[in-house]
């Protein structure tokens, strides 16, 4: 069992930056597909970026060249660095780690941060 705690949320200006973290138990982080989504109030879950295990990585448009995904993968922890940072990013931000073992999937989330940036 992956336990995921998430840390670094809080309220921001706009224009601001904030860094959310993720530190994850258990041996399988290495080889997981790691990834941070969001909830904005009455809207889905959606992705936010995500890096593999071979360190490839994806953002959704809304967020490229603003935000940074990162692993350290000795630590057991993921990063999400989000620069100008814009009202409608507001939402409960929630790490995720994805292991693919044939054909068994386990996916493993956070208990959710929330980021606030204010206008």
């Known amino acids: 069992q992956v336990q995921l705690v998430e840390s670094g949320g809080g309220l921001v200006q706009a224009g601001g930056s904030l860094r959310l973290s993720c530190a994850a138990s258990?041996?399988?982080?290495?080889?997981?597909?790691i990834g941070w989504y969001r909830q904005a109030p009455g809207n889905q879950r959606e992705l936010v970026a995500r890096?593999?295990?071979?360190?490839?990585?994806n953002y959704a448009d809304s967020v490229k060249g603003r935000f940074t995904i990162s692993r350290d993968n000795a630590k057991r922890t993921m990063y999400l660095q989000m620069n100008s940072l814009k009202p409608e990013d507001t939402a409960v931000y929630y790490c995720n780690l994805l292991i693919r073992s044939g054909k068994d999937v386990y996916n493993y989330w956070g208990q959710g941060t929330q980021v606030t940036v204010s206008s």
């Open positions: 890096i593999t295990s071979g360190a490839v990585t």
């Open positions: 258990g041996s399988t982080f290495s080889i997981a597909t």
